[in-house]
């Protein structure tokens, strides 16, 4: 019987196996209950706290101008759409979505919806509906196309100038209706029928659709992650019993850690969706390395029992460093400023824990109760003789022999990579987290080739503090203009519209259509004045606050972006400050943004300053938890090469492919600091434990080389493969969890396998000391024949 402290729990579960296993199941049970009440929220906006400035902004900025976040349907066609016909099936279309739920019917940008600006022949002028005849003119009347492209409201955004692309604008009263309002517009446009290619996007529908979509790709990609890992399992033990054992310490991590989300309150966000899918791999890691150390032992051992215990024993520590520095890297997340941030820390570093807990006594404790005729003839396979067993020995010897050039190519590829790492660029785009054929992109890329953009982004015009107070001044209104010129010559800019768009169609209007009066008038009595007659000719009013409030003190200019890229929207906000500082008609104005493009870009990039920040300090944490976990200053640096490796090589490979560091890749970095270690630490600290027995670096690296590193190639193929089904998901963010756990998984275990033995080798028989060593072999010396047996 093992009688150090630290095995107590183990032995004791070995003993109490029926009551280790019924107190785990009544956990998960009770735990699990509240699962099904689960509070689900996808909107990305709720990465940032309700308090959060431009949270506050962005609500403030919507309230007093009537603002809202809009759901974009768009229709292209080989000719014009403008006809009689899909004009009317239009106008039906738009008439059926005011009366769903969610939809700020007033509101609704469409051209049964937009008014006409025009001068009858009488001088009078008129603001009426822009799909009906206009009175009181001689001649032909203007097509639909000709109205639109002749109004700088309208012109570029609600139809192309050919008539081959229309949009509706629809303002929702929350995100969430999102989804539902386009599956029902769609049902009706079906009914229709003859309208032409229809799309549905913009972001309120690219984050709602994202999140139903993510629930159920987890539904269908966590199951078939796990059939492929127990699949794997079974090919590698042959043993069915054995194998569930792992694969239900895995299940209980996931419902324990999740039932006590929920149970705290917490909803289930984007970010700790994926909790399961990370928790997955790491639960089953230290059950692989038991179940190859059992194999070794079972048929060797008197007893199951025996077996049982001194494979905890060998690998008792080992799964206690990795399990520690994997929490270290998780709960790094705690500092972030982001709430799911530090949801999705706390709780995975929670789950990391209750794997290692129920992995040293749920797992001992179940193979204690299997009926002997299920391990019968488990571990009488010799797994030196197998093709694995085989040619680990001499990957081993190659890694020692060559390990200058394994080294210096090492290097040089760590030079590639820092070259790589360079070249990242933070971006993000919630609409890219399709694959480029999703319906949501393939209308983004549609609509933004024919009109002004999807995107919507809102810049407040402040002038409260100026000595006018009011925005209604010629200074004022031509610095808007003229930042309105400045934004439409950068590419990713469509259009914008503002104030000053009224006031100079209703100038335009009045002066015969002679194009020189489409300009900002020299006098505020003139700008008031043609503002009054837009209200009087029939103009809503409604929609004239849309732009300025009935004050007059501030104003806001709608820009439509062409692409939503943080980088775009960060490109275009500091073009427009820098134009702004340096008008002096904008002298004294207070500027502030707003829209769901802008509240991406803040939180994207509190994110990812954020997890790197975390990256950072957790990779300098554990460093020095190895230090002192392996009681040595060399082991502990060489113990960092890995996960050095990994992540080098990983950030430079996506540097050097142009994939821009998004929200899915800053999650992630966490997850590859919790892994990479893991093979490190199994590798070194059973070397220094095997050194103690043979006192030879080289026969420690030769039987390192056995079973430690099975079980180290068995971890990377399962791991790697068992998440191959995410490969195949719909949405990126879970392609790119499956890419990073195949890179994790191959890039820890080749440095750990190829770069380690060279670097101890290099240090020769003092590689594996550790603080004391001189004193602990001066206590004990090896005989005479311990001596043989080493040289033999």
Avoid: C
Avoid at 578 to 583: D, E, F, P, V
């Amino acid at each position: 019987m093992i009688s150090h402290k630290r095995h107590r729990l183990i032995a004791w579960s070995t003993e109490h196996p029926r009551t280790v296993v019924f107190a785990a199941i009544l956990i998960t049970i009770l735990l699990a209950i509240p699962i099904p009440r689960a509070v689900i929220d996808t909107d990305p906006e709720n990465m940032l706290g309700h308090d959060e400035p431009v949270r506050l902004m962005h609500e403030r900025i919507k309230d007093e101008f009537g603002l809202a976040d809009y759901l974009v349907i768009g229709f292209t066609g080989p000719t014009s759409l403008l006809t009689p016909d899909f004009t009317e099936k239009l106008r039906v279309l738009v008439d059926s979505i005011a009366g769903m739920e969610g939809v700020v019917a007033g509101d609704i940008i469409a051209p049964s919806t937009v008014d006409d600006i025009y001068r009858r022949d009488d001088g009078a002028l008129v603001v009426g509906p822009l799909t009906e005849p206009r009175s009181g003119i001689a001649g032909q009347q203007p097509t639909l196309e000709a109205k639109i492209v002749e109004n700088p409201i309208l012109h570029g955004k609600l139809a192309a100038d050919d008539g081959r692309a229309v949009a509706v604008y629809i303002p929702l009263t929350a995100k969430k209706y999102a989804h539902s309002v386009a599956k029902d517009a769609e049902k009706i446009i079906g009914r229709l029928g003859g309208m032409g290619r229809h799309h549905f996007t913009g972001l309120p529908v690219a984050e709602e659709t994202f999140g139903i979509e993510m629930f159920r790709q987890m539904g269908i990609s966590a199951p078939l992650a796990g059939l492929f890992i127990f699949l794997l399992l079974l090919l590698f033990f042959r043993r069915m019993a054995a194998v569930a054992g792992l694969m239900i310490v895995a299940l209980m991590t996931v419902l324990w850690t999740m039932g006590l989300l929920i149970l705290m309150g917490f909803t289930v966000h984007i970010m700790s969706s994926m909790i399961a899918i990370f928790l997955m791999p790491i639960a089953v890691l230290d059950g692989i390395h038991i179940l190859s150390e059992f194999h070794d032992r079972y048929q060797k051992a008197h007893s199951r029992r025996e077996a049982v215990l001194s494979t905890m024993a060998e690998l008792f520590m080992p799964m206690l460093f990795t399990s520690i520095t994997t929490v270290v890297g998780f709960a790094s997340l705690l500092t972030a400023d982001i709430p799911p941030v530090r949801v999705f820390g706390a709780f995975v570093a929670f789950g990391v824990a209750t794997a290692w807990l129920l992995t040293v006594t749920f797992l001992p404790a179940y193979v204690m109760l299997l009926p002997t005729r299920s391990l019968f003839g488990f571990g009488r396979r010799d797994e030196g003789a197998s093709l694995l067993g085989r040619t680990l020995p001499k990957i081993g010897r190659f890694a020692v022999r060559h390990r200058g050039a394994v080294l210096i190519t090492t290097l040089l590829l760590a030079g590639v990579a820092a070259y790589g790492v360079t070249r990242i660029e933070v971006n993000d785009n919630p609409t890219k987290w399709f694959k480029p054929s999703h319906p949501i992109r393939i209308a983004e890329r549609e609509l933004s080739e024919h009109l002004a953009g999807v995107y919507l982004a809102y810049l407040e015009f402040d002038a409260t503090a100026t000595t006018s107070g009011s925005v209604q001044t010629p200074e004022i209104l031509s610095a808007m203009e003229g930042l309105q010129h400045h934004l439409e010559k950068i590419p990713q800019v469509g259009g914008t519209t503002g104030v000053t768009d009224i006031v100079k169609k209703v100038r335009l209007e009045l002066h015969n259509g002679d194009v020189a009066y489409s300009t900002i008038p020299d006098s505020r009595e003139e700008i008031a004045q043609e503002l009054f007659l837009y209200e009087a000719a029939g103009g809503d009013p409604d929609d004239l606050f849309k732009f300025i409030t009935p004050s007059g003190d501030k104003a806001v200019l709608w820009v439509q972006l062409q692409d939503g890229d943080n980088k775009s929207v960060g490109a275009v906000v500091d073009s427009a400050d820098a134009y702004l500082r340096s008008h002096p008609g904008a002298m004294g104005m207070a500027f502030d943004w707003a829209g769901l493009t802008y509240i991406n870009v803040v939180w994207q990039e509190k994110m990812v300053v954020g997890m790197l920040k975390s990256l950072l300090s957790s990779f300098a944490v554990v460093w020095v938890l190895m230090i002192f976990l392996l009681r040595s200053f060399l082991l502990g640096l060489i113990s960092m090469v890995p996960l050095s490796v990994t992540i080098g090589f990983v950030y430079g490979a996506i540097g050097l492919a142009g994939k821009p560091y998004d929200m899915p890749i800053a999650i992630l970095s966490s997850l590859t600091l919790g892994l990479s270690i893991d093979f490190a630490i199994h590798f070194l600290k059973r070397g220094q434990e095997i050194y103690r027995e043979r006192r030879d670096v080289n026969a420690t690296t030769e039987e390192l080389f056995g079973e430690p590193a099975r079980a180290i190639v068995r971890n990377i193929v399962v791991i790697a493969l068992g998440f191959v089904p995410l490969l195949f998901s719909d949405l990126m963010p879970y392609v790119t969890v499956g890419v990073f756990f195949l890179a994790i998984m191959l890039l820890s275990g080749f440095s750990t396998l190829m770069v380690l033995p060279g670097l101890v080798h290099l240090r020769g028989q003092k590689a594996f000391w550790w603080w004391g060593t001189r004193s602990w072999l001066a206590r004990h010396q090896p005989s005479k024949e311990d001596l043989e047996e080493v040289s033999v």
